[in-house]
């Protein structure tokens, strides 16, 4: 039962990262895989904000800032020249900009990991404790629910949302209608990277080190994701996450420990065979 | 491939040879007058099987068109499994180094090839993006498991000391690698040349097309994946032979990228340019190894981070299509070429793609009275002559 909890937890980090994945690759059909090192770069800010003595508040406020600016950047920057070109270049691109925030981290920060301030410690709350459930584990299942329900509603009834989605369906289509593409595209990587913030902050309640390389593993593994659940749709997002962060709090707690990592990607490599588009993706036929 | 013709090296091809062939020449005179120095051993070394991971990369990438992020993996399971092999088999027969290296590389390629089958198996069903997260999904797999498996020495890496070469004595292990980098080059070279090349490209270029030209895409797509790990999974034993021990960790997903930077920077699709790129970047990476110490190593990644992302973008981005064709290195090049009355020119080849152009050939071309005198026609060839004959 604590193993499940914990598992849902992890799991709705991972689906709140899976999302700025599959909310991007469904907007602007490329695999945004510097994702990851946008949490990174948040649970860093919280840790400088922090360090600055500053309260938590500040320090989610500026991470949340700071990633949604890098991320509507990255998409200028990297992204946006290629519009139209190959599949393959942007995927290049992609890891070119991963590979950079990586590199400029290690460089500012050093490789080691830096333990993030006393401040970032949340109360014990004796009622969840008692149950065996860390409050952290309790904090991010809750605000991840949260937050996966307003951005469904958000997708769902505004107009922002809205056209977010006549984009996904036919780019071509949707400027026809008056969409502004571009803006829409935008948009989708400043709420991505805004997830991706959250996401950074909930990593850093369950284990407070910031390290260069912090994102890559759970960028990974929501990537994955993302994938099993179904490129491109959102609850596929949230279902392959929670599936996926299930599954290693699972694994962790049995012997097969070891293999936590080969486990949870022959999950994925299984259920691509299986069914190609992910357990929620939808079946698109190729035309010449 | 039965008619494969030595006699008809093409220039192209030539050069690849030229290339390898001078890395060996420079390390024998090197070697023969007494100067060789362990550490250049070690380069040339690597850069041998650097070249062989990166042309075999830019086989999947470049000529098939699909992303693979799992080159280490391949790699890795080379190290690993030759490696053993080669350590059990040393002890089997000491004397034998030459026998050693040769027969291990052979089962770790084999091995990896059969790796390289069951992952270009889903590569038939997915397309894409979908396959670069397997076949990343599958280097950290195979790390994983590798890490766990206390027969190849668990977290601790295999220990493959009694099969590393003394430079001082012998150069062996760089020619013999080297040797191998033009074997392969041979193979791949003859590979993309045949008929089965082409059907490679085909794919690439476009898969329904070439499925409805007869082309069976799932074996070309498998052949491609496993001969491409069987070299990876050779460079992956001769990794073996030079390091100790084999460690897990430096088969990362940031090797594949390295290998992927190879193939970017020296041009997708270009054999020579993946062979010089290799070579370069061993050398960058060596120079900036001795230079570059703790956190400053991570300049390196930056650096490769910087080239991937501007390369790509200049030789991709839609917007720069004109730029990119007036400074290729092909049209820089025709200016120093002798003008051809029969050859087209730059302004004339770009002329010809406007379709009304075409259409206003076809028009002053038609006979407008047949049966007419000939002088006419005599007219309209020798103007169409003068356009450059456009047709």
């Known amino acids: ?288 | 491939m039965k008619s494969i013709r030595i006699s008809k090296i093409k220039f192209k091809d030539f050069i690849n040879y030229a290339l390898v062939l001078a890395l060996m020449a420079y390390g024998l005179i090197l070697f023969a007058s007494g100067s060789l120095r362990p550490s250049t051993a070690m380069l040339l070394t690597q850069m041998g099987y650097c070249i062989i991971l990166a042309v075999s990369l830019n086989l999947v990438v470049g000529f098939l068109g699909e992303l693979s992020l799992g080159h280490a993996g391949f790699m890795c399971i080379g190290a690993y499994i030759g490696g053993l092999f080669a350590v059990v088999l040393k002890t089997a027969m000491p004397d034998m180094k030459f026998a050693v290296l040769v027969i291990s590389m052979i089962v770790g390629g084999a091995v990896a090839s059969v790796f390289g089958f069951v992952i270009g198996l889903p590569s038939l069903r997915l397309k894409g993006d979908y396959l670069a997260i397997v076949t990343l999904a599958f280097g950290e797999i195979v790390r994983n498991v590798f890490m766990n498996q206390e027969t190849f020495g668990g977290a601790r890496g295999l220990t493959t000391i009694s099969l590393i070469y003394d430079t001082r004595r012998a150069p062996t292990l760089f020619v013999v690698v080297l040797a191998f980098a033009l074997v392969m080059l041979f193979v791949i070279q003859n590979l993309i040349k045949s008929k089965h090349g082409r059907a490679i490209t085909a794919i690439r270029d476009n898969e329904i097309a070439a499925k409805a030209m007869g082309i069976n895409v799932t074996f070309y797509k498998l052949f491609v994946f496993i001969v491409a790990s069987f070299f990876a999974g050779c460079a992956g034993v001769i990794y073996a032979h030079t390091t100790t021990p084999v460690l897990y960790s430096f088969f990362s997903y940031n090797y594949s990228i390295e290998i992927l930077v190879m193939v970017v920077l020296g041009g997708m699709g270009s054999i020579t340019g993946s062979i010089v790129s290799a070579v370069f970047i061993t050398y960058i990476n060596f120079l900036l190894q001795s230079q570059l110490s703790g956190d400053l190593a991570a300049m390196r990644n930056l650096v490769y981070a910087i080239i991937l992302i501007v390369v790509v973008i200049f030789s991709n981005a839609p917007a720069l299509r004109d730029f990119r064709e007036r400074y290729s290195p092909a049209a820089l090049f025709s200016r120093f070429k002798k003008r051809d009355a029969s050859t087209q020119t730059d302004d004339e080849a770009k002329w010809a793609r406007v379709p009304t152009k075409i259409k206003m050939d076809a028009i002053l071309s038609t006979d407008l009275n047949p049966g007419s005198n000939k002088s006419i026609h005599g007219d309209l060839g020798g103007h169409d002559g003068g356009k450059g004959g456009n047709k």
Request: net charge positive; hydrophobic share 55%; glycine share 10%.
């Open chain 1, 1 to 288: 039962m604590i193993t499940l909890i914990d598992g849902l937890s992890l799991g709705s980090i991972y689906a709140l990262i899976a999302l700025g994945y599959t909310m991007v690759y469904g907007i602007a059909k490329l695999l945004n895989f510097a994702h990851g090192d946008v949490i990174m770069v948040g649970a860093y800010a919280i840790m400088v904000t922090l360090s600055y003595s500053l309260s938590p508040w500040v320090a989610v406020v500026v991470a949340a800032i700071l990633c949604t600016v890098l991320g509507m950047l990255i998409e200028k920057i990297a992204y946006k020249p290629l519009r139209g070109a190959s599949p393959l270049a942007v995927l290049i691109t992609a890891i070119g900009v991963s590979y950079f925030l990586q590199g400029a981290a290690q460089i500012i920060f050093g490789s080691q990991s830096i333990p993030v301030g006393v401040a970032w410690k949340l109360p014990a709350v004796s009622a969840i404790n008692k149950l065996g459930v860390s409050t952290a584990a309790a904090v991010t299942l809750i605000s991840g629910v949260i937050i996966m329900s307003i951005l469904t509603l958000f997708i769902k009834y505004t107009k922002t949302g809205r056209a977010m989605r006549a984009v996904s369906e036919d780019r071509g289509a949707a400027m026809l209608m008056g969409v502004n593409v571009n803006g829409i595209i935008t948009i989708t990587f400043a709420i991505g990277s805004l997830l991706a913030a959250f996401a950074g902050m909930f990593y850093l309640l369950q284990i407070p080190n910031t390290q260069p390389t912090l994102g890559a593993m759970p960028g990974i593994t929501a990537f994955t994701a993302a994938v099993i659940g179904g490129i491109g749709s959102i609850p596929g997002a949230m279902v392959g996450g929670i599936l996926l962060g299930v599954v290693e709090k699972f694994c962790l707690s049995s012997p097969l420990a070891p293999y936590t990592v080969a486990i949870k990607f022959s999950l994925l490599i299984i259920i691509l065979l299986v069914k190609p588009t992910g357990l929620l993706g939808k079946v698109s036929r190729e035309k010449v």
